[in-house]
């Protein structure tokens, strides 16, 4: 069902980063649940975590884990989201993490735990510990395409991107791969994503650099406006490019923030590609705002309209029902008379009413595309904000009821 | 589909108030598409709209008139809801009112038009003028079941509610219709909604009540969050009973409004009970908060949450995706571990994790049954909210999907 989403690109090697990749029969059987990614010494790390205030027991120990120590390994399992389960589920947390560390003869606090799945339930910690071996046995540094299948639960594909750029005349690599489909929203959206570089750089430099690109791909998507308790986001350099970032500014540090922003927009392009049930991707730009707050709220407002997200999915130019979602935008001045809406070339609204050269056929033509977009100049500043959004069509309806049986 | 969904109850008549319904082929054959409601010379008026920032062009003109007449008429079509239209929609409006004005041999303001259906289109006022004789002829008080079906867009039954009561020993009546089944949410969430009394009452008094009813009632529901262009809530007094209501305190007004509220909360039930592919009717109680707002807005998440809706659908007991709507809600504090969910008398979540003696079988038998509270309670307040929603069902996707077609 995913929109134009290609098979994945070759992931390069990242020095010093290696993956491993088992099943672990977490919650399923026979299938890729379990990934630790083992960093080298002296590997930097920066990441970003949920808003939710319900975050789960992982969220939890890898942001205090990660105030403590530089990190050895992350620990990944699919199945079970470690949500909702109070003390019992923190010691869960714990537990998987001091079971990886003694393999690995590192301190408990250098690994950081990631779950994704059903929300509420215990983890079985005895399944994940049995399943270790398997994954420390096939760490490879060249085991990141494995690693994307290993993190996927309701996606119907793996997700990955890499780029390589020069900086100084030495080659900068930085590859990633993330999961989520369902349960997609900003503030963290992406459920999972793990980024690793071989520059080097402080973790300051690190959030900095992650804060700025999430704000540019992960926060800027919405697949059901619902954001998830465990979504998490690394990045990890081990700096064995020989290539040190000191500062967060200058044409270096621009070409290696461009390459990560690329990255993260892809994986994040690449979750609203295949979000549950998605048959279009729809990119929605707002522009002429007062402020960029009132550009998101907007674009938001139309993104997560349940009524413009099925007639998307019918492929019906009933444009109404966005001019009714930017009508209801909690903006603090709409100026209707202003506004003009397009899909992709195709005006449907001039001055706050239906232009006048518009036809139903040019609508449904555009609107008969699998990939739209839709633009709404607010004619009223000088801001504006894009994001990517899908359609809502049955098969959303059926994953989601679904999920757990 | 329509959940416990009564047929419509008897319809008292409301002296002064005479309704009349035609078949006007505004959009489609053979249906009941135009409505009239007449009132005796005398009967006060109020009225609340849409807080959409793109109202219809009947929105507009009833608000003009409102504030310069009082009305001796309402004329409702469906099948066009006469928004984003621009200046011809605003022509369309007053010709419409006009035509009927010249009937009824009264000023044209004098008339409030009311329309719902597809947005952007043209109301075609030659059909719509061509019946009006139709509904002229038909004018009856026992006028209002036929009405209640001439309102109706996707609605699957029509909704109506009358109540009487005993007042200085005399009997006031109170009736209303209500049209609605898609596209609701508060801010006037009933899309149309007209309703009658033949208490005497200044129309300052009459807002007062339509407005703190309205917030008990319409105001406190929600299908899909979409808020329409068109919504639209008329309450007429038309004094014949002999009951006068000069104050807005008091006993007497007392037993009025909770009257007026009962009719008006059984409307808004009645929209939720047969919305768009409803299989569910969801009470949410939000309590214990440290504001009416806090509440609400926590009630809305879970309310607007297409996961929890779809949980709901399957009959899952997926406590998880209220937990983490409960997360996300934008109240300022929220102390996780003082937090706790019940459904009906099944608690499922206790110090903001799973209850000790919660089962799946518990949930599962509670989330079977058709009609289902989902009580949150905040643990850090005294206020509290309540609103009702229903689920999202594969039929929800249908209706939109094909609502053009």
């Known amino acids: 069902m995913a929109v134009n989403l290609p098979p994945l690109p070759e992931l390069f090697p990242v020095a010093g980063i290696r993956l491993g990749t088992s099943r672990a029969q977490i919650r399923k059987k026979d299938r890729r649940d379990l990934v630790v990614i083992e960093c080298a010494p002296g590997t930097q790390a920066a990441a970003i975590f949920t808003q939710n205030r319900f975050c789960a027991a992982p969220v939890t120990v890898a942001r205090e884990h990660l105030g403590q120590a530089v990190p050895r390994a992350l620990l990944i399992n699919t199945g079970f989201a470690n949500a909702g389960t109070g003390i019992e589920g923190m010691d869960d947390a714990r537990h998987s993490c001091t079971a990886l560390a003694s393999s690995l003869g590192c301190a408990s606090n250098e690994v950081l735990p990631f779950s994704t799945g059903v929300i509420g339930e215990r983890l079985p910690v005895e399944r994940l510990v049995a399943g270790l071996p398997g994954s420390l046995a096939a760490l490879s540094e060249s085991g990141w395409a494995e690693a994307a299948h290993g993190i996927m639960t309701t996606d119907t594909l793996p997700k990955g991107s890499a780029r390589r750029v020069q900086i100084d005349g030495k080659t900068v690599t930085i590859t990633g791969i993330a999961k989520g489909a369902g349960m997609i929203c900003p503030n963290m959206a992406t459920l999972l994503a793990f980024i690793a570089t071989d520059a080097a750089a402080p973790s300051s430099i690190l959030q900095q650099c992650l804060e700025a690109a999430a704000n540019e791909s992960f926060n800027r998507i919405s697949v059901d406006g619902d954001t998830s308790t465990n979504d998490s986001c690394v990045l990890l350099a081990t700096g064995k490019s020989g290539v040190e970032l000191n ?45 960029q707050a009132d550009c998101l709220e907007v674009a938001y407002t139309i993104a997560h309209s349940p009524l413009v997200k099925t007639a998307f999915f019918a492929s ?89 049986t």
């Not at 595309?369 to 633009?375: G, L, M």
Request: hydrophobic share 40%; net charge neutral; with cysteine.
């Open 316 to 404: 019906d130019p009933n444009w109404g029902r966005i001019l009714a979602a930017v009508g209801r935008a909690r903006i603090p001045k709409l100026q209707v008379d202003r506004v003009s809406i397009h899909l992709d070339d195709v005006c449907i609204v001039r001055n706050g009413s239906r232009a006048p050269e518009y036809t139903e056929m040019r609508g449904q033509a555009v609107m008969a595309r699998p990939e739209i977009c839709v633009r709404v100049d607010l004619g009223g500043g000088t801001e504006s904000a894009r994001l990517w959004t899908c359609d809502l069509s049955h098969d959303y309806v059926t994953i989601n009821a679904e999920y757990r």
């Open 247 to 291: 500062v967060a500014t200058g044409k270096t540090y621009k070409v290696f923030y461009a390459a990560v922003r690329d990255v993260l927009a892809e994986l994040a392009q690449a979750i609203v590609r295949d979000a549950e049930g998605a048959t279009k991707f729809i990119t929605i730009d707002v522009v002429q705002g007062a402020s």
